[in-house]
């Protein structure tokens, strides 16, 4: 069984600041792990997938997240907060078939 | 290139209502779909999910359902709605690329009074 855990329901950074969304995960086999992006009254887009190939996934928007078996986790990170970020994120595990979404985490970005 | 419609995108309803959401792909054949269900500060919820025409699967039990009449078209249908149906409806697709990849639509907003 998989699973998603993504801690803080909401994050607030300032505008310039690092982004840092976390996320674990737990899977019985090697994870195929995704971030997407939703912003209100939209959709999910997604950011980045991480497909065993390299282990820092770069992703739109400026984006990146890094898998870190030893830790299983999956964190999100943006050098510099910009106003447009603010949205939800999701955390996505999947197996090859099955996903499975994290809670979600709201961004905030402070002028 | 692929796309992925909803509609309608919002919807208000009353209790003991029908309901019928379309769900329509573009751009690509025999893709697996799935509707999904967004409670208001909640996360997603996997509702169905299809891997063919008359191939649905359904993760929770609840008073919805969920066809597959064309290759590229799902549907989410309820005969009475309850205040509980209101949320945020995504429909999603996949494809192979490297793996499992699934792109969401646009959503639609269900408000049950």
Request: hydrophobic fraction near 35%; charged fraction near 10%.
């Amino acid at each position: 069984a998989q699973s998603v855990t993504q801690l803080g329901s909401h994050v607030s950074v300032s505008e310039g600041a690092l982004v840092l969304l976390r996320c674990n995960y737990s899977s019985s086999v090697p994870p195929y792990l995704f971030w997407y992006v939703q912003y209100p009254n939209q959709g999910l887009q997604l950011l980045l997938k991480y497909t065993s190939a390299a282990t820092l996934v770069k992703g739109i928007n400026g984006f990146e997240a890094e898998f870190k078996k030893s830790e299983t986790s999956f964190h999100l990170t943006k050098p510099s907060a910009h106003m447009s970020d603010a949205a939800e994120y999701f955390c996505a595990v999947s197996d090859g078939q099955n996903f499975v979404f994290g809670p979600g985490t709201r961004l905030s970005v402070l002028p | 290139s692929q796309t992925i419609h909803q509609w309608p995108a919002t919807l208000v309803q009353p209790v003991g209502s029908p309901l019928s959401l379309e769900c329509t792909v573009e751009g690509t054949s025999n893709p697996n779909l799935y509707w999904y269900r967004q409670a208001a500060g909640r996360g997603l919820q996997l509702l169905f999910y299809s891997v063919g025409i008359g191939q649905i699967s359904s993760e929770v039990p609840q008073n919805l359902s969920a066809s597959r009449p064309q290759d590229r078209q799902f549907i989410l249908s309820s005969k009475k709605l309850l205040l509980s149906d209101s949320g945020f409806y995504l429909c999603a697709w996949s494809v192979f690329e490297g793996l499992e990849t699934q792109y969401f639509g646009p959503g639609t907003r269900l408000l049950v009074l």
